[in-house]
C-alpha cells in the first residue's frame, strides 16, 4: 500500500527490477517501503517541496518594509494563524493568500501599515499554515523509484553467495553494486544520469545507510 506521503510505490520499483518484493526474500517489501519512505524525504527536503497537506506551526519572520511575506514552505493550502507584533489578523480582511504556489501572502491593509513592515521588527511575524502539492512530479518520482531500485539491486547482490564479478558506480551518495553483466544495473545507472539533471538542485542524497 502507497504512502500518501510517498514519492513512489513499491510497484514502481518492481516495474525497474522485474522483482516482486515479499516478507521472506531480502530485500523485504518492508526494506524497500522503508527506503521509499526515507528517499521521499530526502528529496523533499532538497526541493522544498511537500506532497502531503503539513501543517508549519509558529514559523518565524522579520519585517522587512514591504507587504508581502513569503513562507518558508510551499505551495500554501490555507493560513491558521497570522500574528504581527502580537495582533492576530484576520484573513481577507487584513490579509490574503496572493501566490499560494509560491507562498506569498499579502496585507490588505495601506502600505505604511504593511503587516511585515510595521516598525521594521525582528521576528515580528509568527505564521501557521498548512502546506502541500497536488501533483507529483513525473520526474521526482521516477528519481525516487531508480534510486530505490538501485538499493534493491545492492541488497539482492549482497545476499547472493555467487555475485560473481562486482563492480560499483556512485554519485556523492548515490551508489549501486552490481555483478558484472548487469544488464539492468546499466539501465538504472543511466536513467539516474538523465533525471538528476531534470531536478531543480542538484541531489546529494544519503542512501547509504538508510
Not at 506551526?57 to 504581527?84: A, Q
Not at 507584533?85 to 504593511?114: H, M
Request: charged letters at 20%; glycine letters at 8%.
Amino acid at each position: 500500500m502507497r504512502n500518501i506521503a510517498d514519492l513512489c510505490v513499491i510497484g514502481d520499483v518492481q516495474a525497474w527490477t522485474q522483482v516482486t518484493y515479499s516478507g521472506s526474500t531480502a530485500p523485504t517489501s518492508t526494506q524497500v517501503s522503508a527506503w521509499i519512505t526515507a528517499i521521499t524525504s530526502y528529496i523533499e527536503e532538497l526541493t522544498g517541496r511537500k506532497f502531503t497537506e503539513t501543517t508549519v506551526t509558529g514559523e518565524k519572520h522579520s519585517g522587512s518594509g514591504t507587504n508581502i511575506i513569503l513562507t518558508k514552505r510551499y505551495p500554501v493550502s490555507s493560513v491558521t494563524s497570522l500574528v504581527v507584533d502580537g495582533v492576530t489578523l484576520v484573513e481577507n480582511t487584513d490579509f490574503w493568500i496572493r501566490e499560494p504556489r509560491c507562498g506569498a501572502i499579502e496585507t490588505l491593509q495601506e502600505p505604511e501599515k504593511a503587516i511585515d513592515g510595521i516598525d521594521g521588527g525582528r521576528n515580528n511575524i509568527t505564521i501557521t499554515y498548512k502546506h502541500y502539492d497536488t501533483e507529483i512530479p513525473a520526474s521526482l518520482a521516477e528519481l525516487c523509484a531508480v534510486i530505490v531500485a538501485m538499493k534493491a539491486q545492492t541488497a539482492a547482490l549482497m545476499a547472493t553467495s555467487s555475485q560473481g564479478a562486482v563492480k560499483s558506480y556512485s554519485d556523492g551518495d548515490v551508489s549501486i553494486s552490481y555483478a558484472d553483466g548487469d544488464k539492468l544495473a546499466g539501465a538504472l545507472i543511466a536513467r539516474y544520469e538523465e533525471l538528476k539533471n531534470i531536478v531543480p538542485r542538484r541531489l546529494h542524497i544519503e542512501i547509504g545507510g538508510v
